[in-house]
């Protein structure tokens, strides 16, 4: 993480003295970087046992149920209302929805992590609580009309019955119903979101032809933009934080920081992707019912947000990689906290 900050100042500081760029901006850009790395150093090297974990687990799921509750409101208000087309968005937004992918991405992230603790978790009265919150996430999620937000969620599906080993079965039927119904009881403008991303169009000639709907095809031109424009012009270190808007994380930063910046920014998640495994299938997280629930969660979540990237800046917005990052340092930290409280049973 040190090295890729590294790298977005030194692409920052070039783009300062030789080309043009929101100094301010930029400095606020890369402040915001480094804070999710400073914030994981936080939580991992001030927790010190597992009660702290589980504290903290429950305020982020307090959290995600007022967040539920306040998107099934808005949506009531506005069905109500007899609104036909309406998306949601985070409770903060004023801007009518533009930051739905955003709330899409938060959903999925705190969905994942919901899920991991009701495969594993034994208490009836917590299930019924997990089922009530997936529920109320799951509704947000849908009227987000996040595109980006429904292939993460495929994926994050997918990932779940690979990874669940043991419970495969089970889980790929309660998907498969859950698939269903959706399927029944979408949304009309769900629906119509989902079938609109490809539209037919017809020629003067007659001859009908496919091309995408608005909104994927300026992601798709703005890709072209960097991959053909940018990219050549710049290819190690790119244009410096905060010069472009790109709606994907990718494009984005090669855009930022080059080919040497996304590099690392692969490594960065590829390790945190193994230590995450490796933690979730070490023995003593594997014999713990909360260990094991936040480890799978997490990774579950961890690969539908790398899908919902595709489309969305996924890991530079606050309000998801805050969490992110949070749980995150909690989930590395797993084994040493229940060495600890192994060690404590022992003695005491």
């Known amino acids: 993480c040190l090295v890729y900050i590294a790298v977005c100042v030194f692409s920052t500081v070039i783009a300062m003295l030789f080309g043009e760029i929101d100094v301010a901006h930029s400095f606020f850009c890369i402040l915001k970087y480094m804070e999710y790395f400073i914030l994981f150093i936080m939580v991992r090297d001030n927790l010190e046992n597992m009660r702290q974990a589980k504290v903290f687990m429950a305020v982020f799921f307090l959290t995600a149920l007022l967040v539920g509750i306040n998107s099934h409101v808005f949506i009531q208000r506005e069905i109500a209302s007899g609104e036909h087309f309406f998306r949601i968005a985070p409770p903060v937004e004023t801007r009518g929805g533009g930051e739905s ?181 070490a023995d003593i997280v594997k014999n713990d019912t909360f260990g094991l629930s936040l480890a799978t969660g997490f990774l579950i979540g961890f690969i539908g947000l790398v899908f919902h990237s595709i489309s969305t800046n996924t890991f530079i917005i606050i309000s998801i990689m805050e969490p992110f990052w949070f749980i995150a340092a909690i989930v590395l930290s797993l084994p040493r906290l229940l060495e600890r409280e192994k060690e404590l049973n022992v003695t005491g």
């Open 101 to 281: 992918g955003t709330l899409g991405g938060y959903f999925l992230f705190m969905m994942a992590i919901a899920g991991g603790f009701l495969i594993y978790e034994k208490s009836i009265l917590i299930k019924t609580f997990l089922v009530i919150l997936e529920l109320l996430m799951f509704r947000g999620l849908l009227y987000t009309l996040s595109r980006g937000s429904y292939l993460a969620l495929a994926a994050m599906a997918a990932a779940l019955i690979y990874f669940v080993k043991e419970k495969r079965l089970v889980l790929f039927y309660t998907l498969a119903i859950i698939v269903i119904l959706t399927g029944v009881f979408m949304p009309e403008m769900v629906r119509e979101r989902i079938t609109g991303t490809v539209i037919t169009k017809e020629d003067d000639m007659g001859v009908r032809y496919m091309e995408w709907e608005e909104s994927p095809q300026a992601r798709i031109v703005s890709w072209k933009t960097v991959i053909f424009e940018r990219f050549p012009k710049s290819p190690l270190l790119g244009y410096g934080i905060g010069k472009f808007f790109i709606d994907s994380q990718i494009f984005l930063t090669l855009s930022e920081v080059g080919l040497i910046g996304l590099i690392i920014f692969i490594w960065i998640l590829s390790t945190l992707y193994r230590m995450t495994r490796d933690t979730m299938n």
